[in-house]
């Protein structure tokens, strides 16, 4: 299909013609494509000239794609946008997630790897400290008898 390109050519910037051809639409249609879709924002050189950065000239292959193969209107193209980055954006927030759990979950180890070496520490002979953790949704007793344990702290040894 003439106009339709093997491939981006590797520079930072391409004024409006470069991508209108290697679009194959005028350039009339690239200046409407920037008023209905927000993500399409070239930067504007010193002389007013657009210059369309290479996820810009990606992005306007993929309306293009959609619009004129795939057969969407305008309302459903930017629909499919909106679908398409929230599935970008999902594994990330999951990432996200995930390192917060991990974090949470090493801060508890730290926790019990000091408190095992303050204890090793201990001379010999020494009762061990021990500190009740408080789990969520449950309030913390002061008698051991109340945590619902069979055998309280200071009877296991």
């Known amino acids: 299909m003439p106009g339709k390109p093997d491939k981006i050519p590797d520079k930072l910037y391409f004024r409006i013609g470069e991508v209108a051809r290697l679009c194959g639409v005028p350039a009339y249609v690239l200046r409407f494509w920037e008023s209905e879709?927000?993500?399409l924002k070239p930067n504007k050189g010193?002389?007013?000239?657009r210059l369309y950065r290479r996820r810009d000239v990606e992005m306007a292959l993929r309306i293009k794609q959609l619009l004129y193969d795939e057969g969407y209107t305008i309302a459903g193209a930017r629909q499919?946008?909106?679908t398409e980055q929230r599935q970008k954006d999902?594994?990330?927030t999951l990432f996200r997630v995930e390192e917060t759990?991990?974090?949470s979950k090493m801060e508890g180890i730290r926790r019990e790897v000091r408190s095992l070496v303050e204890m090793l520490s201990q001379p010999p002979g020494t009762p061990p400290t021990i500190t009740k953790?408080?789990?969520s949704?449950?309030?913390a007793s002061k008698n051991p008898e109340d945590s619902g344990n069979p055998?309280?702290?200071d009877r296991l040894f």
């Open 101 to 103: 759990t991990d974090r």
């Open 137 to 139: 949704g449950r309030k």
């Open 133 to 135: 953790r408080r789990t």
């Open 151 to 153: 055998d309280p702290p």
């Open 90 to 92: 999902a594994p990330a």
């Open 46 to 49: 010193g002389t007013g000239q």
């Open 80 to 82: 499919a946008f909106k």
């Open 37 to 39: 879709f927000p993500n």
